[in-house]
């Protein structure tokens, strides 16, 4: 792991996506991060050792999400479904489906498999899949707040990730090159995960903290952030978190960093400050995390 120094930054940004807002001062303690995400190999592990059954393999009961039709509430979760010809990018329905059985041993489904990718982000995990692994490891999910500054790598508030490519040290990221969702052209030798650590580490030595998968983190979702200045936040509280999502999806957890999908023509999260809701018990082949532990 990575430790990072305690220090005061300016988090988030008013130059991107509104819920990136506003830029406030935030203070962060010492705090030591994963250098890469999860692999896969780490994850099977944990499940060897403990049984543990994610909310993929187990499904979801009507209570977790009244109203659902039952088909939906099956053991299973979302995978992404490339289509052959260019779609309208105002429905994720023309490139996202609902699999069933597909899982961590099985991110695109059944008939998939994780052979041969030991050291991949481990996906089809969801937030509380991600805690239960980070308790068992002896570490817990970041924040929000230390994995932006862990992202940043040193390079303070003008830490961007606008261009994945540099024309001197090459690809920067793994994330989608082509005509977004139907063409990838895979020029950064990826379509699909890639292991950890296959592009340059950031300032403090860590991995990956854009493109390859978003990553999840312990804060609530609300589409904003406070305007005023913090110590060490832990984000909105569950019940705030509710009032800004679906009453059957209840509240959403924090995502950061974009992912192999983030295209510049279309999604551009591929970027320190950048954000986004997941539902806490459901998983994607494109979202994995990364383990964190205070400083003794």
């Given at each position: 792991m990575i430790q990072i120094e305690g220090q005061t930054f300016n988090m988030g940004s008013q130059s991107h996506y509104r819920e990136e807002g506003p830029i406030r001062p935030v203070t962060v303690s010492t705090f030591f991060i994963g250098k890469t995400e999860v692999t896969n190999a780490e994850f099977g592990a944990f499940v060897d050792a403990t049984g543990y059954v994610t909310t993929a393999e187990r499904g979801l009961t009507q209570e977790e999400r009244p109203g659902w039709p039952p088909e939906l509430l099956e053991p299973g979760s979302m995978v992404f479904a490339q289509p052959a010809e260019p779609v309208d990018l105002d429905n994720p329905n023309k490139w996202w489906r609902w699999v069933a059985g597909a899982n961590w041993r099985a991110p695109e489904g059944p008939g998939s498999t994780i052979d041969g990718r030991d050291n991949h982000p481990v996906v089809q995990v969801s937030p509380e899949d991600a805690e239960a692994y980070a308790i068992w490891a002896g570490g817990r999910l970041p924040t929000e707040a230390e994995w932006e500054l862990a992202?940043?790598?040193?390079?303070?508030?003008?830490?961007?990730?606008?261009?994945p490519y540099d024309p001197v040290s090459g690809w920067k990221a793994n994330t989608w090159q082509g005509e977004f969702p139907?063409?990838?052209?895979?020029?950064?030798?990826?379509?699909?995960?890639s292991p950890v650590a296959s592009f340059l580490p950031n300032g403090y030595g860590i991995h990956d903290m854009v493109g390859n998968v978003w990553e999840h983190v312990s804060d609530w979702w609300v589409p904003t952030h406070p305007n005023v200045s913090e110590t060490d936040p832990h984000g909105p509280s569950e019940a705030l978190a509710a009032r800004f999502s679906h009453p059957e999806i209840g509240a959403q957890r924090v995502v950061k960093g974009g992912s192999w999908l983030c295209a510049p023509a279309f999604c551009m999260r591929y970027r320190p400050?950048?954000?986004?809701p997941f539902e806490r018990g459901l998983g994607s082949n494109h979202t994995g995390f990364r383990l964190a532990k205070n400083a003794q």
């Open positions: 992202a940043r790598g040193g390079l303070g508030d003008g830490a961007t990730w606008d261009e139907s063409t990838d052209m895979a020029a950064d030798g990826h379509h699909g995960t400050t950048a954000r986004q």
